[in-house]
Nanobody, 123 residues
Framework: QVQLVESGGGLVQAGGSLRLSCAAS????????MGWFRQAPGKEREFVAR????????YYADSVKGRFTISRDNAKNTVSLQMNSLKPEDTAVYYC????????????????WGQGTQVTVSS
């Protein structure tokens, strides 16, 4: 059974940085695309970033491009999201997700999800 556990969320001032991590178990981690999504109160869950199974291909939402960096360590079964220059509009619950599909950017393309970690950016 696939299990994804996020960590690293918290409260940070605008302009600050946070690093989220996601530990995966129960699957052949290195063969899956990994993604990060977020959901703000009253809004739909939205795509943030994804990384291919080898780590060579990354893709970002326009709203985070140039500020966030996704990476993975297949030896440790982890995926990370380095978030710099944070803005109040980045406040949301951040979710790690796993998909057997090559390049999904939509919620429906990910059958496996973590429980989420809260990120709050104060102005």
């Amino acid at each position: 059974q696939v299990q994804l556990v996020e960590s690293g969320g918290g409260l940070v001032q605008a302009g600050g940085s946070l690093r989220l991590s996601c530990a995966a178990s129960g699957s052949t981690f290195s063969t899956y695309t990994m993604g990060w999504f977020r959901q703000a109160p009253g809004k739909e869950r939205e795509f943030v970033a994804r990384i291919s199974w080898r780590g060579a291909g990354t893709y970002y939402a326009d709203s985070v491009k140039g500020r966030f960096t996704i990476s993975r360590d297949n030896a440790k079964n982890t995926v990370s999201l380095q978030m710099n220059s944070l803005k109040p509009e980045d406040t949301a619950v951040y979710y790690c997700a796993q998909s057997p599909v090559a390049a999904p950017s939509d919620v429906g393309g990910y059958p496996y999800w973590g429980q989420g970690t809260q990120v709050t950016v104060s102005s």
